[in-house]
């Protein structure tokens, strides 16, 4: 077995963003003109009127702030409210693949590598742009990579469910290096128009260099010390679109074809969940809790994430210890705990230990214990 370690990590960061003061503005606009074309209605009592959002209960709900966007334009127009994303050629790069191209070739300059380094990619999202060919596939040959590509979707927790699949394959001698992607427009898949869950989602990717120890050059390593994966069937996250839609017109356009959650039930169930994995994982390979000089968290949730480190460590976190990166990204689905260690990493010594996970619809939980090198 070949010791494994991630030698590079990229980001791309899309060009525009949306503060919540703006996202306020339009989502109110809309509210005011619903309930002023449907006044007679609500009178009657026959709908109810919606009610109004605010920066104030954006930022105490979640902690997050502002978010970047691929299209913002569309978003904010209160008679549109979805990203503007125009189809492209079939002989054009998707965008998706675009995002990945470039998150990738981040890494691989942090990492040392060329194309002709790496075996294999595994694009691992919540929302894929299409049911096939696979985006590993398309990203691969964008990048001039021999060898093999496939796509994954766990929801939130992709990306260390596929670092937990590059691990093993790194591993066990089946590829010497391999790019794990997660390209995430999740503003495609919001509904901008229910008040509960409008400013959650913003657009990101990332990219994560996995190859084995001896063969590594890179200045920054981090060893895998070990993965542990978890999942539990829940209805609490969905979103129910999919190829079959079109064979039952009843739901088209349903709410349920995008993304929905029982927000408290989702807090509840999941931060004990995570919190229990997380411990068990560390007993499991004789480190303490207070062994861990930072967690990566999903970045869903600012509260969330607050209740699991003080499960963990008894108290509250100290300022570091689990960085915050949704005040500004929101919540970019799977590439969300790999923002964090790619932008709160490089500062910690040799031999710091370090804990990445993800937790999401699934339910699904990810951990992932690194090791400075």
């Known amino acids: 077995m070949h010791k494994v370690v991630i030698s590079g990590t990229g980001l791309y960061t899309p060009a525009q963003s949306i503060s919540n003061e703006e996202l306020v503005e339009s989502f109110n606009a809309y509210v005011q003109q619903f309930n002023a074309d449907n006044a007679g209605a609500i009178e009657r009592g026959e709908i109810e009127a919606l009610g109004e959002s605010s920066v104030g209960f954006i930022e105490k709900a979640s902690g997050i702030k502002s978010r970047f966007v691929m299209n913002k334009d ?3 127009d209160p008679k549109r409210m979805v990203p503007r994303i125009p189809e492209r050629s079939n002989e054009e790069l998707s965008v998706l693949a675009e995002m990945a191209v470039a998150a990738a070739r981040d890494a691989m300059k942090q990492a040392g590598k060329t194309a002709a380094d790496i075996d294999g ?13 696979a985006m590993a596939v398309e990203i691969q040959t964008a990048l001039g990579i021999q060898g093999w ?26 590829a010497r290096c391999l790019l794990m992607v997660s390209p995430e427009i999740c503003t495609g898949h919001l509904n901008f128009r229910d008040r509960d869950s409008h400013f959650i989602f913003g657009d990101a990717a990332t990219a994560v260099i996995v190859e084995r120890a001896d063969q590594a050059t890179s200045d920054c390593q981090w060893d895998i010390v070990g993965t542990k994966l978890v999942t539990q069937f829940s209805n609490n996250i969905r979103n129910n679109f999919g190829f079959l839609n079109r064979c039952a017109e009843e739901g088209i356009g349903a709410s349920d074809k995008l993304f929905i959650q029982e927000g408290r039930k989702v807090f509840r169930e999941v931060c004990p969940m995570v919190a229990e994995l997380i411990a068990k994982h560390l007993e499991e390979n004789a480190l303490n809790v207070s062994d861990v000089k930072r967690f990566w968290l999903h970045q869903a949730n600012l509260n969330m994430n607050l209740l699991i480190t003080r499960k963990l460590l008894g108290r509250d976190a100290e300022p570091g210890e689990a960085p915050v990166v949704l005040d500004t990204y929101a919540n970019t689905s799977s ?13 910690l010594p040799s031999g710091a230990l370090g804990v990445l996970s993800s937790f999401g619809a699934g339910y699904s939980i990810g951990s992932v214990i690194l090791r400075k090198h």
């Open 149 to 174: 590509g496939y796509d994954m979707n766990v929801a939130c927790s992709s990306a260390t469910f596929g670092l937990q699949a590059a691990n093993s394959a790194v591993q066990t001698g089946q």
């Open 335 to 347: 590439a969300g705990s790999v923002i964090a260690f790619h932008k709160h990493s490089a500062d």
């Open 74 to 76: 569309g978003i904010l």
């Open 121 to 133: 990619v595994i694009c691992a999202c919540s929302n894929m742009q299409r049911a096939y060919p």
